[in-house]
């Protein structure tokens, strides 16, 4: 091998070409930490210190979150009332699906809440359904985002069978959602004076503006042989539906609260709430239970101890695995890197580390 | 589902890893300014898994830069003491004194070839050699002041000492690796005599000398030679009767134009004419070893690569070269048993025994290896394949020599077929059909032409690159693509997994919780191009795998990517999806339980997850990773607000409404730490407390300090070495004892001590083993 060619190529290696062997360097590849392999890299390793901080901090911040959270959770007032089994007339108690089935019967009912705590306002409304696939393969398909959104796609109604069309035309809105359109009403009074309820702003607003159209009226609604749920008035146009709307943002879970209205008054503690419920909306032949919930609100959303307790648990057991280590490495100390545990010799098969 | 993905990224990666060979800067052959070359792309990893790497010698180990050294003429030695032929004060007197056995035997040298002189302006004369052994002998000829001047046609012209001969050529004898021997008939044109003149391997020439002559100085001279590693050649010649060529030429002009068996009726017709010859002498051309070859062995070695030579040269050349390159041990560490014999129960008889050794010696933590002649390879591959299968698995070394090349095919097949991954490696047009046939093939772009480096996998300029080809590209190749592939597994089984459980509080209806949008950008853009990055991952540092070899046997032994570390990574999916679906099912519950909303929880959940778990799994971060981990969570965010922006999509404003909820912060930190703490937790006690030898080597060289010390240890890879194996006895059914059942050879020195006994022995058994060799291949033709 001459020296000479090691020597260039070695400039060459340092990123400079020299011109006197320009044939050589054609076909060399150019050089840079890239290609090479070389980039600066920091190599991390886990360090009993890295890791034990890592845990100790993660449970140092959790387990206070966890606090804040739970304490905001608490601070919820949440009033839930199931209605569906007591709004039933006793004589109908072994045949409900008779009952609500039947038009002709008075389906009002009348439900007393005490209000634990003071409840500041604004008050939600929500009922409850448990038990209600929303989020089923046919019935999250069964709808037409393009017809909802303008009068001109009123016909794109594909995905909405069985309830896409009547003899009169395509419905407006089609599909099994709309049709389900939850229909019991709650009037509120308190020492019989009525309480209003806000029904306005409870849809999302880009579903106001983008989603239902201004100039989209129900058409053909509810005009079936089967009626699925509430009727919508076809003078008023989708974007101001907010009932529709809500009911439209199908829920992902099996169990789900649905906004019906607010209530822009404080509610005093022991306060006793009338609520005249017309109990429309069949649940009873899927046995799925409705209940009525008031609730006020806190920065982290409605009364959910879940994300409280699961950052303490978090937090707790991070705490713990770093006093383990701790612990470890106290009793057990193991130096990294020790070249003992290189042990070649053994046969390799034998040592399957 | 079995991701798509997967495919895409390995196919990207490969092609990367390839570049990275292309365009390795140490693996460039500054000598010729030619780089490495990985032609397929497509088993970068499989680099690094080889157990097995047969190697071709000539040109492979050695450069093929042949050099005359010594020759041995009517029985004098030339260039013992010094080295060098031709600086050799005898000879050059000889020569100035023309002695008339050594112009002869200069006259063979420089013009029984194939060569083309060519003489360019200024009046130099260069040559045009297919062989290098024949431009070595020219050369050496002509500095011997016998220059082969001009070849005009037919008329050679050869200046000697100022006087200018003319040979008129009137046949070539072309070489066939079965004749092992080439000729050439010239007529004098000055005396009119008509003389055959041959070069040819010594069992090729010395045989046929004419009775009477003493060749013994001759056998001595090639034995000693190849002790020394050094290629010989025997020159000889004999003077032809007007009518005796007349008669054979006509013979010779039918078997050439004969269509039928052509190869087999020249080579008859040479042998009519190639015997009696009278011996001229024996010339000894040196085949250097290549730069690092015997470290590269080593190391190679080390890493528990077993290696086997398949030469077509010699059995003592391939020997010495053996020991030369740290191929074979020496005498007290290594052994080396011989199967030979020329029928087959000699062969049965030589290959049980060495079998039995084997398998004695297999506990013992000793060097055998075996040596086995072409001859006898065919028999044992065609009635004992059996037994020598199991050989070909107890043995670690092996050198077979006068192999021809389907014999070299054959024998990777033997390797292959027994579940090995094998390499093999080799320069030459002969080594094609081992490259061919072997896992991965590897040429050396060297002086036998491309042909081998056509036809291999990868190309190489040296072979010591074999080092860094192996340990550092096919290592790294192995356990990036051993990671990527398993974590393309589980990114894509975590997704799958969230679905099933989606799917049970559905209703079991099969609603996708993901919209098409994600689960489409969730393969493409949102986890690929963290998991790509990872080809510039390197667990350890070139250096520390150079001096701990021996880590390369978690690639060979598949022991990071096999079914319980993928086991492993299914675990850890699963994990990470029932983390992920219960935090945002119980996150986000009762009134916020809005499909579109948890979708995108969830799918953040994932998203969050596998930045951690890549830069959980990451060992070397450059800037490139942490543009690509944390890069890709910003652009995870962007496009979906992105997405969020269109009206028309189904996830309208989605993105902005979370990003604002500090709910959904919080399920996200809880989803990271709940997902990534136990991980953390139990990687880390493995690496403290179970620590794999990467591990330890890993923290050895991160931490600084006993990296060094490391290095002190590390070199008695087997310490019962030091003990003292008492030698094996072999019993060798023959009276004639042994010379070969253990090989003391300390030194060429020493094994020549060893062999010297023998080598008459060995002469007469390769004499009558070559003629029936002989026989067969031309009956094979």
Same mark, same amino acid.
């Given at each position: ?42 190599? /991390? ?43 039933? /007339? ?24 005490? +209000?634990? =705590? ?43 069978? $069985? ?29 019989? =004076? ?41 003078? +008023? ?16 879970? $099996? ?35 409705? =209940? ?59 040592? /399957?580390? | ?97 023309? %002695? ?11 013009? !029984? ?19 290098? @052994?024949?431009?070595?002998? &020219? ?34 004898? #072309?070489?066939?690796? @079965? ?5 050439? &008939? ?16 010594? #069992? ?29 050649? !025997? ?93 074979? %041990?020496? #005498? ?38 075996? &040596? ?119 990114? %894509?089984?975590?997704? !799958? ?30 986890? %690929? ?25 978690? !690639? ?39 499909? #579109? ?182 009956? @094979?033709?």
């Amino acid at each position: 091998m001459d020296t000479n060619g090691a020597t260039t190529s070695s400039a060459a290696g340092g990123g400079s070409t020299s011109k006197s062997s320009s044939k050589k360097h054609s076909r060399k590849p150019v050089y840079s930490r890239f290609t090479q392999q070389e980039l600066p890299a920091c190599k /991390p390793i886990l360090t009993p210190g890295l890791v034990i901080a890592t845990f100790t901090i993660i449970g140092i911040i959790f387990i206070p979150l966890g606090l804040v959270s739970l304490s905001a959770s608490e601070k919820v007032v949440e009033i839930v009332d199931r209605y569906d089994e007591s709004c039933v /007339p006793s004589d109908y108690s072994n045949d409900k699906l008779k009952f609500i089935q039947n038009p002709s019967i008075n389906k009002s009912c009348v439900r007393t809440l005490t +209000v634990p =705590k003071l409840m500041k306002s604004p008050v939600f409304i929500y009922y409850q359904l448990d038990n209600y696939y929303q989020n089923h393969r046919r019935y999250v398909k069964s709808r037409s985002d393009k017809q909802l959104r303008s009068v001109s796609d009123e016909k794109s109604t594909k995905d909405c069978s $069985p309830e896409d069309k009547t003899v009169d035309g395509p419905i407006v809105p089609c599909g099994l959602v709309a049709w389900s359109l939850f229909n019991d009403t709650y009037g509120f009074s308190v020492n019989s =004076k009525t309480i209003e309820v806000n029904k306005h702003d409870i849809a999302w607003k880009s579903d106001k503006e983008h989603k239902f159209g201004s100039n989209v009226y129900p058409k053909n609604f509810q005009s079936g042989g089967l009626i699925g749920g509430a009727k919508l008035n076809s003078s +008023v146009p989708l974007s101001k539906q907010e009932d529709l709307m809500v009911w439209m943002r199908t829920a992902a879970l $099996p169990t789900f609260r649905k906004l019906y209205g607010k209530i822009e008054q404080d509610l005093q503690a022991n306060e006793k709430i009338q609520v005249v419920i017309q109990n429309n909306y069949n649940t009873y032949s899927f046995s799925g239970k409705k =209940k009525l919930v008031l609730s006020t609100t806190s920065w982290i959303g409605g009364k959910n101890d879940f994300l409280g307790i699961a950052y303490i648990i978090v937090g707790g057991l991070c705490l713990f695995l770093a006093v383990c280590f701790i612990l470890l490495y106290v009793i057990k100390p193991r130096p990294l890197g020790d070249p003992s545990y290189l042990s070649w010799n053994r046969s390799p098969a034998g040592h /399957p580390n | 589902m079995i991701p798509i993905s997967i495919k895409v990224s390995l196919d990207l990666v490969k092609s990367l890893y390839a570049k990275f060979i292309d365009w390795d800067a140490e693996m460039i052959d500054y000598e010729t300014g030619i780089p490495s070359h990985a032609t397929n792309t497509a088993i970068s990893e499989d680099l690094g898994q080889v157990e097995y790497i047969m190697t071709d010698k000539t040109g492979t180990l050695t450069e093929n830069r042949m050099i005359f050294r010594r020759c041995c003429i009517s029985g004098v030695f030339y260039g013992n003491e010094s080295g060098d032929a031709l600086k050799d004060m005898k000879l050059l007197n000889a020569v100035a004194g023309g %002695s008339p056995d050594v112009v002869q035997f200069l006259t063979v040298m420089a013009i !029984c070839n194939t060569v083309v002189p060519i003489k360019s302006k200024t009046g130099a004369i260069s040559y045009k050699a297919q062989s290098q @052994d024949e431009d070595a002998l &020219v050369n050496a000829a002509a500095q011997l002041h016998m220059v082969y001047a001009n070849k005009n046609a037919n008329i050679l012209e050869i200046r000697f000492n100022g006087s200018v001969i003319k040979y008129e050529v009137l046949e070539i004898l #072309e070489f066939t690796s @079965d004749r092992k021997r080439m000729s050439v &008939v010239v007529k004098d044109c000055q005396t009119g005599k008509i003389v055959l003149l041959s070069k040819g391997a010594d #069992e090729a020439i010395l045989p046929y000398a004419f009775v009477g002559q003493q060749t013994r100085t001759f056998i001595e001279a090639v034995e000693q030679y190849a002790q020394l590693g050094l290629r010989t050649l !025997c020159l000889a010649c004999r003077e032809l009767r007007e009518d005796e060529y007349q008669e054979w030429s006509l013979m010779f002009k039918e078997a050439s134009s004969t269509l039928v068996d052509r190869e087999w009726r020249i080579a008859e017709a040479c042998q009519r004419l190639e015997h009696d010859f009278e011996v001229l002498g024996v010339t000894a051309i040196e085949d250097r070893l290549q730069d690092g070859v015997p470290e590269t062995i080593e190391t190679l070695r080390k890493a528990g690569i077993n290696f086997w030579m398949l030469t077509g040269d010699k059995q003592n050349t391939a020997i010495q070269i053996a020991l030369s390159c740290n191929f074979i %041990s020496p #005498e007290p560490k290594g052994q080396l048993l011989l199967i030979d014999g020329k029928t087959e129960d000699e062969v049965c008889r030589s290959l049980e025994r060495v079998l039995l050794t084997m398998r004695i010696t297999s506990s013992e933590p000793k060097d055998v290896a075996f &040596v086995v002649d072409g001859w006898a390879l065919e028999i044992a591959l065609k009635h004992y394949r059996k037994a020598f299968t199991e050989l070909a698995i107890l043995s670690r070394t092996a050198i077979c020599c006068r192999v021809t090349p389907s014999q070299k095919a054959q024998l990777v097949e033997l390797l292959k077929s027994c579940d090995y991954r094998t390499l093999a490696i080799g320069d030459g047009g002969n080594d094609v059909r081992m490259i061919q046939q072997a896992d991965i093939g590897v040429g050396i772009s060297g002086r036998e032409g491309l042909q081998a480096a056509r036809a291999a996998d990868y190309s190489i300029g040296k072979f010591r690159f074999l080092k860094r080809l192996i340990l550092v590209h096919g290592r790294y190749s192995y356990n990036r693509t051993a990671f990527l592939s398993q974590y393309s597994f589980y990114k %894509s089984l975590v997704i !799958c997994f969230i679905q099933i459980f989606f799917s049970f509080i559905s209703g079991v209806s099969g609603t996708s919780l993901f919209n098409s949008v994600s689960l489409m950008a969730y393969n493409v853009f949102y986890t %690929s191009v963290p998991v790509l990055v990872s080809v510039l991952d390197k667990d350890l540092s070139e250096g520390t795998i150079m001096q701990h070899p021996q880590i390369l046997f978690y !690639c060979q032994a598949g022991r990071l990517l096999n079914p319980s570390t993928f086991a492993g990574w299914f675990g850890r999916s699963l994990f990470h999806a029932i983390v992920v679906f219960v935090i945002s099912i119980h996150a986000y519950a009762y009134e916020k339980s809005e499909m #579109e909303e948890l979708s995108m929880v969830a799918l953040s959940g994932c998203i969050w997850l596998q930045a951690f778990v890549v830069a959980l799994e990451t060992n070397s971060f450059t800037i490139l990773q942490h543009l690509a981990i944390w890069g890709n969570l910003v652009a995870f965010y962007v496009i979906n607000w992105i997405f969020s922006a269109i009206p028309a999509s189904g996830m309208y404003t989605i993105m902005f409404r979370l990003c604002r909820q500090p709910s959904y912060w919080i399920t996200m930190s809880l989803i990271v730490a709940a997902g990534m703490g136990p991980v953390l937790a139990l990687k880390y006690f493995r690496y403290t407390y179970r620590p794999s030898k990467i591990n330890t080597l890993q923290q050895a060289e991160r931490m600084g300090g006993p990296i060094l010390t490391l290095g002190n240890i590390e070199p008695h890879p087997r310490p019962m070495e030091k003990e003292v194996v008492s030698p094996l006895q072999i019993s060798q059914p023959k009276n004639r004892n042994p010379v070969y059942e253990p090989l003391l050879s300390d030194s060429p020195n020493s094994s020549r001590r060893s062999l010297g006994s023998g080598a008459p022995f060995d002469f007469f058994q390769s004499q009558s083993r070559l003629s029936s060799s002989y026989s067969r291949n031309c009956k @094979d033709n």
